[in-house]
C-alpha cells in the first residue's frame, strides 16, 4: 500500500510541475481532481484528467 500511496504522490508532484496555478489531489473515493479559482475538474484517472486539462485549457484559448 505504501508504494501505491508513494506513487500517487509522485503523479500528483508532477501534475503540479506540469500546471501551474492548478491544485491536485486524489479523494478518498478515487477520483482525482484539479482545482483553479472557480474551475474544477475530477476525473477516474490521473490520465484522464491530463486529458480534459488540456481540453479544458484549449476551449479557453480559443474563447
Given amino acids: ?3 501505491t ?7 500528483l508532484q508532477q501534475l ?3 500546471y501551474s496555478g ?3 489531489g486524489l479523494g478518498g473515493s478515487g477520483h482525482w481532481w484539479a ?4 474551475e474544477y475538474l475530477r476525473a477516474q484517472s490521473r490520465e484522464e484528467l491530463e486529458v480534459k486539462l488540456r ?4 476551449a479557453r484559448q480559443d474563447a
Avoid at 35 to 38: D, G, S, T, W
Fill in 1 to 3: 500500500m505504501e508504494d
Fill in 5 to 11: 500511496v508513494q506513487g500517487a504522490a509522485r503523479q
Fill in 16 to 18: 503540479t510541475a506540469d
Fill in 22 to 24: 492548478w491544485r491536485f
Fill in 35 to 38: 482545482v483553479r479559482r472557480n
Fill in 55 to 58: 481540453q479544458h485549457l484549449d
